[in-house]
């Protein structure tokens, strides 16, 4: 079983390696420990640690020491190595798919004994001052009182106070006590745990910049509406002709009354002649196009539209004044620089 152990540690430091540590003390024994020599590798690990380094080097020679005593089934000097390295660099990770099972489970047992703030985030943000928030995210690995607060030059800022662990979402709504908007310019994020005795921090930089409001442009014409035409062509009509036909009709049955035989053919003829004129002009009269005429629903209708239309620009021209006076506020996070103590 410690053999099955130790081949698999030293791709697994090497895995877990940034580049190459400044220190010769601590190269040497990462060359013993890829060696299978844990013995060796944990007196240079110890030696190079009484050595002047730099911090990301501390934390490798720590975590180097939680591999090999974690080999050498040493496990509550690995588990105490393992809390040091997470001190000095709360966002170190193991990978599971490189590191064997056992590591893994002491380096968790070492998170879970210390008290830190990891893998603290923010997100890049754009919205109108007072009318957004910035998110952030982080994780509290023991039970503490928590204080996020936010920091720019003599101002400081609490974002929320708490008693949390575990991952936390806190929305920064970048606004002073009085409402405005935040200033331009750096703004440090600063998440303090307390629990007992023992204090955490970390940090992150953002930078607040400021824009224009965009304004809305004015209207010509109401969305999904439009105007109806306000004139309309009355259906064909067929009155005319039906005049035509009523009065010759009329006038038929008229002459036929007065008609006796001794009064001849020839009014006969003229009441044909006229009703044959009556008739055609009933027909042309039938045939012509009716004259538009007010469609005074359309009208209306049309009326009620642009009294909305021009209520609606003065509401847009009311809050473009209102834009003009606010802010834009884009929020980015900043490289990290190694904040956490």
């Known amino acids: 079983m410690l053999l099955m152990l130790a081949l698999g540690i030293p791709a697994a430091v090497r895995a877990q390696a940034a580049p190459a540590p400044q220190n010769a003390t601590l190269r040497a024994a990462i060359q013993a420990y890829e060696n299978l020599d844990f013995t060796r590798a944990i007196t240079l690990a110890r030696r190079a640690l009484s050595e002047r380094m730099t911090g990301p080097d501390q934390a ?25 390295a997470i001190l000095l660099d709360p966002d170190r990770q193991l990978d599971p798919n490189k590191v064997s099972p056992k590591i893994t489970s002491l380096f968790y047992s070492a998170l879970g004994q210390v008290l830190v703030v990891r893998q603290l985030q923010a997100d890049s943000a754009r919205f109108i001052g007072g009318q957004g928030a910035v998110p952030l995210r982080f994780t509290v690995t023991s039970p503490a009182r928590v204080r996020v607060r936010a920091v720019s030059g003599s101002t400081s800022l609490l974002v929320d106070s708490a008693v949390l662990t575990g991952a936390v979402n806190v929305r920064w709504l970048a606004r002073l006590p009085n409402g405005d908007p935040v200033p331009s310019g750096t703004w440090l994020i600063v998440v303090e745990a307390t629990s007992g005795q023992n204090t955490f921090s970390a940090s992150r930089s953002l930078r607040v910049t400021y824009s224009p409001v965009d304004t809305l442009p004015h209207l010509t014409s109401l969305p999904g509406y439009k105007e109806l035409p306000e004139t309309e062509v009355p259906p064909q009509s067929w009155r005319p ?14 002459a036929l009354a007065l008609n006796n035989d001794g009064l001849g053919s020839a009014p006969g003829r003229e009441l044909i002649g006229v009703s044959v004129v009556t008739l055609a002009a009933g027909f042309v009269m039938t045939l012509r196009k009716p004259a538009p005429r007010p469609a005074e629903g359309n009208i209306l209708y049309n009326r009620l539209l642009r009294e909305q239309l021009s209520q609606r620009n003065a509401d847009i021209a009311k809050e473009n004044v209102e834009r003009r006076q606010q802010v834009q506020l884009t929020v980015v996070p900043l490289p990290k620089t190694g904040s956490a103590r």
Do not use: H, P, W
């Open 241 to 254: 002709l039906g005049l035509a036909f009523l009065f010759t009709g009329s006038a038929a049955a008229g």
């Open 60 to 84: 490798r020679a720590y975590e180097l020491l939680g591999f090999s005593y974690s080999a050498t089934d040493s496990q509550v000097k690995a588990v105490d190595a393992f809390k040091q």
